[in-house]
Nanobody, 124 residues
Framework: QVQLVESGEGLVQAGGSLRLSCAASGRALSTYAMGWFRQIPGKQREFVAAMSWTGARTYYADSVKGRFTISRDNAKNTVYLQMNSLKPEDTAVYYC?????????????????WGQGTQVTVSS
């Protein structure tokens, strides 16, 4: 079992930056594909970014490409989402997720482990 805990919640102005962290316990993240998703009330959880378990491949939603960067530090058992040039439409609860030996995917159903979520609010 992998337990995931997100942090980095914040309120920022449009154009600002935030870095979210996802710390894992229970298992080493080095053999897990990692994903970041977000959700606003009344809508389905949507894909933001993913990284294959090897770290060789990354994927981004078109809406965040060029602004967000997913990275991992296996020594710290932590995955990050660096968010730059934030927009009000980025406001959501952000979740990290893990998929053992995965290649990195946009599909929510592929990820077996989820964090509790952290709120990101971007003001205009």
């Amino acid at each position: 079992q992998v337990q995931l805990v997100e942090s980095g919640e914040g309120l920022v102005q449009a154009g600002g930056s935030l870095r979210l962290s996802c710390a894992a316990s229970g298992r080493a993240l080095s053999t897990y594909a990692m994903g970041w998703f977000r959700q606003i009330p009344g809508k389905q959880r949507e894909f933001v970014a993913a990284m294959s378990w090897t770290g060789a491949r990354t994927y981004y939603a078109d809406s965040v490409k060029g602004r967000f960067t997913i990275s991992r530090d296996n020594a710290k058992n932590t995955v990050y989402l660096q968010m730059n040039s934030l927009k009000p439409e980025d406001t959501a609860v952000y979740y990290c997720a893990a998929d053992r030996l995965g290649g990195g995917t946009v599909h929510v159903s592929a990820y077996a482990y989820w964090g509790q979520g952290t709120q990101v609010t971007v003001s205009s």
